[in-house]
């Protein structure tokens, strides 16, 4: 597991490279495919999008702040896809512990517990947002907490790569 966290940390770092000069050729027309990468790649998980490469990359340009509320609006706005999908029945969730605890954790707190899910990166965001819709969340409350999650942990991902940049730059 180690190996592979040091392989995908080198992989992010290669790739900010790359995407950091054709954003700074973009100018402020890379917010726009910033916030289009953010929102496509929480949409779904079927289609591979570099979203957090994006975000590490776009901080270098653009700044951490910047960066990061851009990307949590795409993001948060990408993750309506679970919640609909669970609202509209169409989740199919196992009935393990560990949903059914997570579950209690989105009836009693549900605001906190979804911005706890988006702040921390973990694949169990789709499913706390399946749930979210299951247990008839309001939209408005999934969606601010989600973006405020997502926001935070992107300006965290920028401050982060900045260091990192400066770091392989200078």
């Keep these: 597991m180690l190996v592979a966290m040091l392989l995908f940390s080198v992989v992010v770092l290669l790739l900010t490279r790359h995407f950091h000069r054709e954003l700074r050729s973009l100018g402020h027309a890379g917010l726009l495919g910033l916030?289009?990468?953010?929102?496509?790649?929480?949409?779904?998980?079927?289609?591979?999008?570099?979203?957090?490469?994006?975000?590490?990359?776009?901080?270098?340009?653009?700044?951490?702040?910047?960066?990061?509320?851009?990307?949590?609006?795409?993001?948060?706005?990408?993750?309506?896809?679970?919640?609909?999908?669970?609202?509209?029945?169409?989740?199919?969730?196992?009935?393990?512990?560990?949903?059914?605890?997570?579950?209690?954790?989105?009836?009693?707190?549900?605001?906190?517990?979804?911005?706890?899910?988006?702040?921390i990166p973990n694949p169990a965001f789709d499913l706390g947002g399946m749930l979210a819709g299951m247990c008839r969340m309001s939209v408005w409350h999934f969606l601010i907490a989600c973006i405020l999650g997502k926001t935070l942990r992107f300006i965290l991902v920028g401050l982060g790569c900045i260091g990192f940049w400066n770091q392989l730059v200078g």
Aim: positive net charge; aromatic residues 10%; charged residues 5%.
């Design 35 to 119: 916030f289009a990468v953010s929102l496509i790649g929480n949409a779904t998980v079927i289609i591979p999008v570099p979203a957090f490469v994006m975000a590490c990359a776009s901080a270098s340009v653009y700044g951490a702040l910047v960066s990061g509320v851009v990307s949590g609006l795409g993001a948060g706005l990408g993750e309506l896809t679970g919640y609909f999908a669970g609202l509209g029945g169409n989740a199919i969730l196992p009935q393990t512990v560990w949903v059914r605890r997570l579950e209690g954790f989105i009836r009693k707190q549900g605001f906190l517990t979804v911005f706890a899910l988006a702040a």
